[in-house]
C-alpha cells in the first residue's frame, strides 16, 4: 500500500470527467467537427449499458476519415482542463513523481496532454492513422480493464510497484484501476467511483489534490 506520509512514486489519472470535469474528449471534439448530436446519444447509451466501448470507437471514428492529426491536435488546445492542472504536473514531475494518463477516450488527446504537460505516458482507444491522417477505422479499444493492465505494465516498466502508485478518477471506467492502484481517490466522482474509495475530493482547482498527494 503506498505510505500516505510520503509523495506517491506516481499518480495515475483519468481524463474524462476528471481532468476534463465538465465534458469529454468525444464531446469537445464532436461539437467542432459537426457531429455532436451523436455523441450525446451515444454517451448516454454507453452509460446505459446499451452499447460497448467498440461499438462506441467504431461509431465515433468515422467522423473523422480524412481528417488530419494535426488538425485535431490544435483543436485540443482549448480542452477546458481543471484549473491548476499545470501546476500539480509542475510540482509532481519536479518531485520525482511519475504521472501517466489512463482513459477509454481517444489516445490522440493524452499524447496531446502528455507532451504538453511533460508527463511520462498515456493510454487510450486508437484510431488508425496513415501519413498523419485518421482513417476512420478504430485501431485498438481501451477498456475500463485495460486502463488498470496499461497502468500496471506502467508502473512495472519504470521499476516501481502499482501498490506504490494513486489512481485518480470519477466514474466506473476507474474501478479496475482503482483495485490495482495502492491508493484511489474519486474526484467530482459519480456515486460508483465514490463507493469504490474511502477518499473523496470534490473542487474546480486540482491544486487542492496536492495535500493528498503528500505534497
Not at 469529454?24 to 471534439?29: A, D, E, G, I, P
Not at 466501448?53 to 471514428?61: G, K, L, N, V, Y
Not at 493492465?149 to 508502473?155: G, M, N, Q
Request: hydrophobic share 45%; proline share 3%.
Amino acid at each position: 500500500m503506498t505510505d500516505t506520509s510520503r509523495p506517491p512514486r506516481a499518480v495515475i489519472f483519468d481524463i474524462d470527467g476528471t481532468l476534463l470535469p465538465d465534458t469529454t474528449v468525444s464531446l469537445f471534439m464532436a461539437e467542432r467537427m459537426g457531429h455532436l448530436e451523436l455523441i450525446v446519444e451515444m454517451e448516454a447509451a454507453l452509460h446505459a449499458y446499451e452499447i460497448d466501448d467498440q461499438t462506441f470507437a467504431s461509431r465515433d471514428a468515422v467522423n473523422y476519415r480524412g481528417v488530419a492529426v494535426a488538425e485535431v491536435e490544435a483543436r485540443l488546445a482549448d480542452l477546458p482542463l481543471i484549473a491548476g492542472l499545470e501546476e500539480v504536473c509542475r510540482r509532481l514531475t519536479a518531485t520525482g513523481v511519475l504521472v501517466m494518463l489512463a482513459s477509454c477516450s481517444w489516445n490522440f488527446a493524452g499524447r496531446y496532454l502528455q507532451h504538453r504537460f511533460g508527463l511520462n505516458d498515456h493510454c487510450g482507444s486508437e484510431m488508425e492513422e496513415a501519413d498523419g491522417i485518421f482513417l476512420g477505422r478504430v485501431a485498438r479499444v481501451c477498456s475500463d480493464r485495460d486502463k488498470a493492465t496499461h497502468a500496471t505494465a506502467f508502473a512495472r516498466r519504470y521499476g516501481i510497484d502499482i501498490g506504490d502508485c494513486i489512481a485518480v478518477g470519477d466514474s466506473r471506467s476507474d474501478l479496475p484501476l482503482f483495485k490495482v492502484a495502492g491508493r484511489a481517490i474519486a474526484l467530482n466522482a459519480r456515486s460508483d467511483a465514490r463507493a469504490a474509495t474511502d477518499e473523496h475530493l470534490d473542487t474546480d482547482d486540482l491544486r487542492d489534490l496536492l495535500p493528498l498527494l503528500g505534497l
